[in-house]
């Protein structure tokens, strides 16, 4: 199972010539950069032998943002992130390696989690309840509040908890 996470915008103010102008905070704010970050992270679900069944599968990832923004425009750092939006979260296992009768609508609800080694505070992104596609879902995204302060990291956490329909017999891989 795959949790893709796409965290679509990065805004960063441009600083090219705009800081040199003391009164034009208001050109600086309306300068922006979309920077668009897709993070696939690796989902196990182990067999579950009750219906109604729980569990949580953590996972991190490991990125330096910082790095990434430079790589782009050596101009420009973490520091000039000012606001990071979550604009889906997906679900998805293979169905060619899946055992048929394990897969997603096995699921009761999934919900996804995340944090980051900068801010501890764990964020809901979304949930979703009983998925009816056996090989992919989307994640309804809740008002998950500017992430900006998260992104200042090198070690990003998710969870992912799940609550189940009926037993597996096989573990399921998004």
Same mark, same amino acid.
């Given at each position: 199972m795959k949790a893709n996470l796409k965290f679509t915008s990065l805004a960063l103010l441009l600083g090219v010539g705009v800081f040199a102008f003391s009164g034009c905070k208001k050109i600086e704010d309306a300068i922006k950069i979309n920077v668009p970050l897709t993070m696939t992270i690796p989902v196990t679900i182990q067999p579950v032998n009750a219906t109604n069944g729980t569990g949580t599968y953590s996972s991190q990832v490991n990125v330096n943002i910082d790095s990434l923004i430079k790589?782009?425009?050596?101009k420009l750092s973490v520091s000039n992130i000012k606001s990071v939006? $979550?604009? @889906? %979260? @997906?679900? @998805? /296992?293979? *169905?060619?390696?899946? +055992?048929?009768?394990?897969? &997603?609508?096995? &699921?009761?609800?999934?919900?996804?989690?995340?944090? *980051?080694?900068?801010? *501890?505070?764990? /964020?809901? &992104?979304? @949930? $979703?309840?009983?998925?009816?596609?056996? +090989?992919?879902?989307? $994640?309804?995204?809740?008002? %998950?509040?500017? &992430?900006?302060?998260?992104?200042?990291?090198?070690?990003? +956490?998710f969870d992912t908890e799940y609550q189940m329909n009926r037993s597996t017999t096989h573990q399921i891989n998004a």
């Open positions: 790589a782009n425009n050596s939006d $979550v604009s @889906s %979260v @997906s679900i @998805s /296992i293979n *169905s060619d390696s899946q +055992y048929p009768q394990d897969n &997603l609508t096995a &699921l009761k609800s999934i919900a996804e989690y995340f944090y *980051s080694n900068n801010n *501890s505070n764990k /964020i809901e &992104l979304g @949930s $979703v309840n009983n998925p009816t596609n056996p +090989y992919t879902t989307d $994640v309804a995204i809740w008002n %998950v509040p500017d &992430l900006t302060n998260y992104f200042n990291a090198t070690t990003f +956490y």
